[in-house]
């Protein structure tokens, strides 16, 4: 009889277990679907809670939760509501911010510092060009989504001197349009 019911007990558990493993966990719960953060790279920013390092910025989780990390140190937590959560998303999908990349952007910037080759009175030419901004003492930027299928990680280096020396690429403007929508709805982090 004692056997019986040991061996009725770990054939239940071995059944739980299999049935465990096969179970997808929600990626929701555990990662956030939307994320914008700013590394400074000439300051440590410290958690005024733990005394830690932090990156300030914004994780946005599928279910509404909202962690905001402060350039002061300050980590709060949030609550928005799953509509503001989708219409994030749908803003972004909206953009055009899924279809760009690190790559379309880097293209897109050597495509504006093409030389420019112009005709001169009497048959000569001159031929100009700009070269890369070069920024010391600047953020970095990075904001990383997912909707459904789709998802982008964007990663950019003094994205504001970027959006003002690189006027006519689109992304850029984009990627920084996305940014400041996530600040107007979770917050800002300055």
Not at 4 to 11: E, G, H, K, W
Not at 18 to 36: D, E, F, L, M
Request: with cysteine; aromatic share 6%.
């Amino acid at each position: 009889m004692r056997t019986s019911r040991l061996i009725m007990v770990f054939a239940v558990a071995v059944a739980a277990f299999a049935g465990c493993r096969n179970t997808p966990i929600a990626k929701t719960a555990a990662q956030p679907v939307i994320s914008v953060a700013v590394r400074p790279t000439m300051i440590r920013v410290i958690s005024q809670r733990s005394g830690t390092d932090i990156t300030p910025g914004i994780d946005i989780f599928a279910d509404g939760r909202c962690a905001v990390r402060t350039f002061r140190g300050e980590e709060i937590t949030k609550r928005l509501r799953v509509g503001e959560v989708d219409s994030l998303l749908v803003f972004f999908e909206r953009e055009g911010l899924f279809s760009v990349s690190d790559a379309t952007i880097e293209r897109a910037i050597d495509r504006e510092l093409e030389p420019v080759r112009t005709e001169l009175p009497g048959g000569g030419f001159r031929v100009s060009m700009r070269g890369r901004v070069l920024v010391t003492d600047s953020n970095h930027t990075r904001i990383v989504a997912q909707k459904d299928s789709k998802s982008v990680a964007i990663s950019r280096y003094a994205l504001n001197s970027e959006l003002e020396h690189y006027r006519t690429v689109t992304e850029l403007r984009t990627v920084q349009r996305c940014v400041d929508r996530v600040y107007e709805v979770a917050g800002k982090i300055w």
